[in-house]
């Protein structure tokens, strides 16, 4: 079996990205390197950070544009892509996710005071509590179809503890195994945020590896597993008002902010903040046409 991208999907958005390897304390994250190809190869860098069950080819398309601005990093959660998993015991809580990218930051980007942060979906919610919790570190900030954790009224924090524990003993099934790519692309179609075929076959490429039985997934079942604990919505509300960076909120029309009632009230609470409009789906950044999501990201993030 092959798991190799033919050159048609990947047509667009070949620009020469590199594997990398990051080792942290207790794991190694993975990702992909866009080199700068602008007149300015000293800028700053420009940190990618993929949504659930994605990995950092999420940002395939929009990464060779961002790359004329300054050096590109594309990361793999932990669980994702082709980063290692949480050791066992452990879960997938979102202060986690942060404290990966701090401890990202500190040990292989020393070098620079301050990244621009670019999340999608989950990826912004990180990028979000990152950049409130350090606002020393992060020098602009873009959420795509993100802003902010899901919340939870104090009164659900038992029943939610509950579910997170629960599931924690009962543990996870052995995942589907498939034939080949385009046999598992074709179920990413039909999702619940779907991808054309084209495009779930470049992200379930880097999610899939060759088992005895056919090809399996590589990403963590325990990322399925409901949060042993959430936030309330006092305490998102203080995280976005922490944000200093200057903001671009990318909204999707048909995406998940569409249908989330308190966007508007996250938004109004951030210091400094513009919203860039699309018609297009969750994945507006990946899927049909990018431009305007590519000249807003590089128009904001050329700013001074």
């Not at 509950?162 to 598992?184: C, F, N």
């Not at 325990?222 to 909120?249: D, G, I």
Request: aromatic share 6%; charged share 20%.
């Amino acid at each position: 079996m092959n798991l190799s991208l033919s050159p048609g999907p990947l047509a667009e958005a070949d620009s020469h990205f590199s594997e990398v390897r990051w080792p942290l304390k207790d794991l190694t994250l993975a990702g992909l390197h866009w080199p700068a190809s602008g007149t300015r190869p000293g800028e700053r860098p420009i940190i990618l950070l993929h949504g659930w069950l994605d990995n950092s080819l999420s940002f395939c398309r929009l990464a060779p544009g961002l790359s004329t601005l300054g050096p590109v990093w594309a990361i793999d959660h932990a669980g994702h892509g082709h980063s290692g998993h949480r050791p066992q015991g452990q879960s997938y809580l979102l202060a986690d996710y942060v404290s990966d990218v701090a401890e990202l930051l500190q040990t292989h980007f020393a070098a620079h005071d301050t990244v621009d942060l670019v999340g999608h979906s989950l990826g912004g919610i990180v990028a979000m509590l990152f950049a409130a919790a350090f606002p020393e570190k992060v020098r602009r900030l873009v959420m795509i179809d993100s802003l902010g954790p899901i919340s939870k009224a104090p009164e659900e924090a038992v029943g939610q503890l509950r579910r997170g524990i629960g599931k924690r003993l009962t543990g996870s099934g052995a995942g589907g195994t498939y034939a080949s790519l385009e046999e598992a692309a074709k179920l990413r179609t039909r999702g619940r945020n779907p991808l054309s075929e084209d495009i779930a076959r470049i992200l379930l490429s880097r999610n899939l590896s060759e088992g005895p039985e056919g090809l399996q997934w590589r990403t963590d079942p325990r990322l399925r597993h409901p949060s042993v604990m959430m936030f309330t919505e006092e305490q998102v509300q203080a995280f976005v008002a922490a944000v200093e960076a200057p903001t671009l909120l990318v909204r999707a029309e048909h995406g998940l902010l569409a249908n989330f009632d308190r966007w508007q009230s996250r938004f109004d609470t951030l210091n400094d903040v513009r919203c860039l409009d699309i018609d297009g789906g969750h994945h507006c950044h990946l899927d049909g046409d990018i431009t305007p999501v590519d000249e807003g990201l590089r128009t904001f993030l050329g700013e001074k």
